[in-house]
């Protein structure tokens, strides 16, 4: 009935996610934004049948701030409370607008992870590979950060290479099986600027464009092929894509062609549910509230879990 989001701006100030100043800003803006949303979907507390919150994988302190929040509402209006995986969410954004078929093979890429999940039902998923250093979207930014654009770099970096052409093939990182890595791009993004820095101060500014667009190329190329790898490995004829860099345009028209291909469908979910949002959380809160999943008061807080 609403998907509120404040962004914490303060990150760009810092070039990342500071996560002492993260968990206190969710502690001032946590009940402003659950008065708002409220508001806007002409409700009250006592009109909520069940709090669903995300626990993990995540920072400790933001993570302790919306579980403490949530469990104070469970107890005070007596309702159940429901703890979500943020990666379950991620992949169940796809079907807040679409129904589901399965199998699917969806391709989470977000700031923190990068993962290939064959998805069999709504709590039927199997992690079949990974990155095994840096995400894509952690790539994006770091890269970004090269290029002395602003915090989180994917969406400027998507931007500028829609006007740019691709000056310099990056090299992808050759790793068996359907595992990724993308740690060796920013190096080489840092070796190549800084050599054509020493000749040309004015490289990036005068190179802008190109650069992203090429940046973006060598990301997408390696995601796309490991992509068309799996669905062929497991004989997959229906992709997803999620998390922040789904929303990514280059990605989005590099999964369409490949599977335009090879005669697949693929799945994005509305942009506003790519990057993080409450709606997905809602969503695999509403599908556990239906099997009647719940969560106990003294659940721990998980800064670290995986997919489950
Ligand atoms: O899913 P998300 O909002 O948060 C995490 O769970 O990490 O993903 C954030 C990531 C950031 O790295 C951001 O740069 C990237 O998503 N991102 C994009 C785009 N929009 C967000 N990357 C590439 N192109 C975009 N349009
Ligand atoms: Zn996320």
Known sequence: MSNFITSQWIHQKYGGVVPEAASRLHVEAIVELTTMALESSHLQ???????????GPGLIGSLLCGVSFAKSLSLSLGIPLIEVNHLHAHLLSLFIDSAPTFPMLVLTVSGGHTQLVKLDGYFDFTLIGQTIDDAAGEAFDKCGKLLNLPYPAGPSIDKLARTGKIIHRFPQAKMPGLNF????????VLYYLKEHLKENPEFIQQNLEDLCASIQQAIIESLGSKVEQAALEYSISHIGLVGGVAANSGLRSKLSSICTKNNWTVIFPKMTYCTDNAAMIAKVGYEKFRKGQFSDLN?????RLPIQ
């Open 45 to 55: 507390l006592v009109d909520i049948t069940a709090i669903a919150v995300t626990n």
């Open 299 to 303: 659940m721990p807080v998980m800064a």
């Open 181 to 188: 890595s993308f740690s060796g791009l920013k190096t080489s």
